[in-house]
């Protein structure tokens, strides 16, 4: 496993002592600057989720994005038989629309607009739905809490959602005119496997 600081361990423990928790170091390591993260994340150390402001970025060795973990010595014991942490499987979302509850508690419903990756399907891209406007990029991390809420809430349930809060097919975004269609929430060509 690769440290936040792009080094390579066999186990937990060589993790914490690379960043000094439990040694002598840990005082000096907890007094060393660092990038305070603006936005929650998971932890590449320990996979438990990270507060905003709470924990630290570091680039990724590759240089490209950042790596977000806890302050020196604050991850979360594990359970003994507890399995270890693991990231949601957001290729699991197919392209569409979804209607999720609001992640900031402001709206009853949050809209999306999923699409797949042309070079690579395992990709997915968010954007915000806002009616009278197109669809809005957003941050990256509310694309992640996003596509996190859709697999918790279930891909039918949320593209059901939108098309019956809306009235527009969940696969395309048209507007849904027949009576059959309002009821499936997809309209004649989505149903058939083809896009109007």
Do not use: Q
């Not at 007094?31 to 438990?48: H, I, Q, S």
């Not at 950042?66 to 399995?83: D, M, Q, T």
């Not at 005119?177 to 499936?184: F, Q, Y």
Request: charged share 25%.
């Amino acid at each position: 496993m690769r440290c936040g600081k792009g080094h390579e361990h066999g186990t937990i423990a060589e993790v914490r002592a690379c960043y000094g928790v439990g040694s002598a170091s840990a005082t000096a390591t907890a007094t060393e600057d660092y990038r305070p993260n603006k936005f929650a994340g998971v932890c590449c150390l320990c996979g438990a989720k990270v507060a905003e402001g709470e924990g630290r970025i570091d680039r990724r060795e590759s240089g490209t994005g950042w790596n977000v973990s806890h302050l020196s010595g604050k991850c979360p014991e594990r359970k003994a038989g507890e399995p270890e942490a693991t990231a949601p499987k957001y290729d699991l979302v197919p392209g569409g629309y979804y209607a999720t509850a609001s992640l900031t508690g402001s709206n009853d419903y949050d809209f999306w607009f999923v699409t797949e990756g042309t070079r690579n399907p395992n990709i997915r891209f968010v954007k915000r739905v806002i009616g009278g406007r197109g669809n809005e990029r957003i941050h990256r991390s509310t694309a992640l809490a996003a596509l996190a809420v859709i697999v918790a809430e279930g891909t039918d349930v949320c593209a059901k959602r939108f098309a019956e809060e809306l009235g527009r097919c969940y696969k395309c975004g048209k507007h849904l005119t027949d009576e059959t269609s309002r009821a499936l929430g997809i309209g004649p060509v989505c149903r058939a496997g083809g896009r109007d």
